[in-house]
């Protein structure tokens, strides 16, 4: 049975998950400050405590626009932890560091894709296929990563 062995990451590929990590921390961010902006041009908030000092500020649950925000950032929160843990793991197996940094760089792409053709500019096939991309690389990674240790 192989032991999980953090140091046989190669520093160049801890450098360069911890750098497009980052990017994806600050893309998740973003989408919090585009949900507040949303909900202050619109006035609509979700609680009436929110609205009790904004004079035109009315409590609403179902606005289409800030929703589909919503659900990208939602969707989000339901696949980037998975992909940090998952790619941590694989890092740990030794990959090529050349395949490492293209399927870091590949994730972190298509999420920020998945973000701008769900939340921003609503425009399918390419929301679905960066989804489908960042999907697949998780799956990979998670496969490899249970081969390995197998």
Not at 54 to 81: M, S, T, Y
Not at 92 to 108: E, N, S
């Amino acid at each position: 049975m192989t032991t999980l062995n953090t140091s046989l990451i190669d520093p160049e590929l801890l450098r360069n998950f911890a750098f497009w990590g980052s990017i994806l921390c600050l893309k998740v961010v973003a989408v919090v400050v585009l949900i507040a902006r949303l909900r202050f041009k619109k006035q609509v908030f979700v609680n009436p405590d929110d609205v009790e000092y904004i004079k035109k500020g009315k409590v609403v649950l179902n606005d289409p626009d800030i929703e589909r925000v919503r659900r990208a950032h939602l969707n989000d929160l339901e696949n980037i932890p998975l992909w940090f843990f998952v790619t941590f793991l694989w890092l740990t197996t030794g990959p090529a560091v050349w395949l490492a940094m293209i399927l870091i760089r590949t994730f972190v792409l298509a999420r920020i894709i998945h973000t701008l053709s769900y939340a921003v500019y609503p425009k399918q096939p390419y929301r679905a296929i960066s989804f489908i991309l960042g999907l697949v690389i998780i799956i990979f990674q998670a496969i490899s990563t249970l081969l390995y240790y197998l």
